[in-house]
């Protein structure tokens, strides 16, 4: 079984601060895919990346960079100069395969970030 | 608009009631995936299509839960009996499998309230 951990439950930071999300997953598979959701107000969860398990190389987007290291089994979110518009409940997830296949995405239970202007 | 739909977006049932939600995903995608999630979690998978067939509902909550998609298109999900535990947001989502392998798309969501 899958389990993904997001032990901030909820972060307050000033507009322009840099903030970091973590994501702990447990899988006893080899391959496997992690993923980051945002889930604004309105409800609808906006895909921000995938990362497949073979591939270590950390992406920068933006202003958002992820970090991915297998050997502490974690992908965490940065957020460098932050916004208001990037408050929202972030999700992490993970699955076996690309798009959630036969046992679609287990999700930890989100990050609450709130940025203040 | 080519994301995935969702109809309606609120619902408030009287307990005992039966409620249909239906879902429209992205029409080249042959995927189709239903979920539930309640305040101050993470959404739970539910069920999964690949095309008309259903490959898993074990994760359904209980017999009152269905779901189908009968022309491999839209899906409907159904909850007879409601009970008030039933009240959340239930997201559905579609993919594409395959050389483009696409990440899962969600709709908006319908938030069910059981009264």
Redesign the interface.
Known sequence: AQK?TQAQTEISVVEKEDVTLDCVYETRDTTYYL?W?KQPP??????LI?RNSFDEQNEISGRYSWNFQKSTSSFNFTITASQVVDSAVY?C?LSLY?????????????THLIIQP | DTGVSQDPRHKITKRGQNVTFRCDPISEHNRLYWYRQTLGQGPEFLTYFQNEAQLEKSRLLSDRFSAERPKGSFSTLEIQRTEQGDSAMYLCASSFPGLLNTEAFFGQGTRLTVV
């Open positions: 993904v993923f959701y309105s409800g609808e969860l906006v895909f995938r999700f997830a690309s798009g959630g296949g036969a046992d679609g995405l287990t999700f930890g239970k989100g």
